[in-house]
């Protein structure tokens, strides 16, 4: 997958006339992991790409990526693009935790809003309109249906005077959320009106305002911090 398709202006050795940043999508099982860091590195040499990172890699692959590459003098990946939102952290939050400041790994994470359920336009149904009403989106109904969803949903119905009190819709509060965290560097919106758009980026003004106290009332609602490893000690 690829990310910021503009040709780049001439900077010296960082030319490129073609991708900022090329991530590889989803372990390949089948292709030996320094191959894969070559052929990473052969794009970015040759100007195709600026950098290169994962996308839904286990921690200790993108790790094995990484000490390969500075074995071989090559380019190791520097970003990782995973699931993470309110209702979907483990990643993110602790498979990943180490790598943050073992290897400066950063993260451009996508389905903030967990495919719109955090907007809250699910919380009585499925609208018509809606991606899981279109034919060819099938299989994110269970997202929006089913004993989870209804869990899901129940959070969202909670999460909603947070934002009221914050003065910003459901969707504002889910991608402040996101942005909150210092291990986020991108947060991948999407948007079918323009004015979606002019929302979501308006979240920006929103973090601030999650201050200590709006964080641990979320927390409660939430109800699903991922759990540090367990000291023995």
């Known amino acids: ?30 292709t030996p992991i320094e191959e894969t860091v070559r052929a990473m590195d052969h794009l970015v040499r040759g100007g195709k790409a600026l950098y290169w990172g994962t996308s839904e890699w286990p921690a200790d692959r993108i790790l094995e990526a990484w000490h390969v590459a500075r074995r071989e003098h090559l380019t190791p990946p520097l970003m990782e693009q995973p699931q993470y939102n309110m209702l979907h952290r483990e990643r993110v939050e602790k498979e990943y935790a180490a790598l943050y400041d073992q290897i400066g790994l950063g993260t451009t994470i996508w389905s903030p809003l967990a495919g719109g359920l955090l907007t809250g336009k699910y919380n009585d149904g499925i609208p018509d309109g809606s991606r899981g009403s279109v034919a060819g989106y099938e299989w994110l109904r269970e997202r929006f ?33 996101c ?51 367990h000291d023995w000690r």
């Open 1 to 30: 997958m690829v990310a910021d398709a503009e040709p780049t202006p001439s900077r010296g050795p960082e030319t490129t006339n073609g991708f900022n940043l090329v991530f590889c999508h989803r372990l390949d099982l089948h």
């Open 145 to 177: 249906e089913g004993e989870q969803a209804l869990t899901d949903i129940e959070k969202v119905r909670a999460l909603a005077p947070i934002a009221d009190e914050l003065g910003c819709s459901m969707a504002q509060l889910a991608l402040a959320w």
């Open 179 to 229: 942005l909150g965290n210092p291990n986020v560097s991108t947060v991948i919106t999407g948007a079918s009106r323009p004015e979606q758009v002019v929302e979501n980026m308006a979240a920006l003004e929103v973090v601030e305002r999650i201050d200590t106290g709006i964080k641990q009332r979320i927390e409660e609602i939430l109800d699903n911090k991922p759990k540090g490893e």
